[in-house]
């Protein structure tokens, strides 16, 4: 997964925590997640009447740990992660996945005691891009939805597996037969995290609380990572082939994306159901 998905999933895993009752340490400094952000902040709508109705942002909390404060003391009890589709019929979303707002839309889904939903999109800017420390990003997350709706239903994470592991093993073995090795390594990794092993590990290894033992959830998650192939130049985007081969391409990309975008939500779900308050 890209650095975008990779710190909402880490947030609402971390949250759950929080929730649960696990310390948290400084999420903004200390998470490979946060690791180019100089801040990490979270608005709500606020309506000022004096403004005739115009509707500002409110900054709710000023980094990470504070929001997950927040959360707790107006009693949620659930962060969840939801996909939703992009709206262009003639481009999949993988094909979309490394350009600014394209691959579909990642949301925070708050689930709180009383029943009702916080649905809360991330949104990235560039700082100082001449920082030595590279923390150039600026990230806000806003709430932007608070209904009672219920999020769309996950599938469960054995079927999750299923699925993951039909598609890494299909898009490897068309990555094999036309030698894209370091691909085909991506797909092997993903089948071992699948496999409960854990080397090689991902590039995110906090994605959860520290203290987490392995399970079907941190594996999913790990394999995510691996499998993650699609973005802009040099990617496994970038490629062309030909007749059936380009077929056969598009079969088991859009296979792998589809498995994906199944496995997040429903290995954060899993969690979020295990993690109980003490």
């Not at 999109?121 to 420390?133: F, I, M, N, P, T």
């Not at 997350?141 to 699925?163: F, H, K, N």
């Not at 699609?230 to 082939?241: A, E, K």
């Amino acid at each position: 997964m890209n650095g975008t998905m990779a710190q909402l999933v880490a947030l609402a895993l971390h949250g759950n925590g929080v929730l649960a009752g696990t310390p948290s340490p400084d999420f903004l400094l200390q998470n490979s997640t946060a690791q180019f952000c100089e801040t990490v902040q979270f608005v709500a709508p606020q309506t000022t009447f004096f403004g005739f109705g115009k509707q500002t942002e409110v900054q709710v909390a000023d980094s990470p740990n504070a929001w997950f404060a927040y959360l707790k003391g107006k009693k949620a009890k659930q962060l969840l992660v939801r996909w939703q589709a992009g709206g262009d019929p003639e481009v999949p979303d993988r094909k979309l996945a490394g350009f600014v707002g394209g691959g579909g839309t990642w949301l925070l889904v708050i689930r709180f005691e009383d029943g009702h939903l916080e649905r809360w999109l991330a949104r990235w800017e560039v700082g100082d891009k001449q920082r030595k420390d590279r923390k150039i990003w600026h990230v806000t997350y806003g709430c932007v939805t608070s209904d009672s709706r219920p999020p769309t239903p996950v599938v469960p994470v054995q079927e999750a597996i299923d699925r993951m592991k039909k598609a890494l093993l299909d898009i490897r073995a068309f990555s094999a037969a036309h030698k894209c090795d370091g691909f085909t390594q991506h797909f092997d990794h993903g089948l071992k995290s699948l496999a409960h092993e854990r080397e090689p590990e991902p590039y995110h290894r906090d994605l959860f609380p520290q203290g987490i033992t392995p399970t079907d959830p941190t594996d999913l998650l790990y394999a995510c990572q691996h499998a993650w192939v699609f973005g802009g130049m040099g990617s496994w985007n970038d490629m062309t082939f030909s007749g059936a081969d380009d077929k056969e391409y598009d079969r088991v990309s859009e296979e792998l994306f589809q498995a994906i975008t199944l496995a997040i939500p429903s290995a954060v779900e899993a969690y979020a159901n295990r993690a109980k308050s003490p």
